[in-house]
């Protein structure tokens, strides 16, 4: 499975930015999708993840940040509003997929897009 990230940049406060991932390879089907961040000095951490219909998001985010997905182009969106310097970040996208030898993936990861929020 290969994931491409785009859509990173800088920002000031408050300002707003739309990440996408897009995935390609040989697998039956995408079962959820995900973004995580890493910032300076902090571990990963999962930002927004959606499964069929379903969202969740960590409390960070909440009512900020908005996932969603075309399933017809394999692909993620990520729409960021009121981005604080907190946000800033390397932004990885994530991907669980079914093979079709019915094998569960989950360590499938894009190359990471920066995000930075800074006045």
């Known amino acids: 499975v290969q994931l491409q990230a785009s859509g990173g940049g800088s920002v000031q406060p408050g300002g707003s930015l739309t990440l996408s991932c897009a995935a390609s390879?040989?697998?039956?089907?995408?079962?959820?999708m995900g973004w995580y961040r890493q910032g300076p000095g902090k571990q990963r951490e999962l930002v927004a993840t959606?499964?069929?219909?379903?969202?969740a998001y960590d409390d960070s985010v909440d009512g900020r940040f908005t996932i969603s997905r075309d399933t017809a182009k394999n692909t993620v969106y990520l729409q960021m509003n009121s981005l604080q310097p907190e946000d800033t970040a390397l932004y990885y996208c994530?991907?669980?997929?079914?093979?079709?030898?019915?094998?569960?993936?989950?360590?499938?990861w894009g190359q990471g897009t920066q995000v930075t929020v800074s006045s």
């Open positions: 994530n991907a669980e997929v079914t093979t079709y030898l019915g094998v569960v993936r989950k360590d499938n």
């Open positions: 390879g040989n697998f039956f089907r995408i079962n959820s």
């Open positions: 959606i499964s069929g219909g379903a969202t």
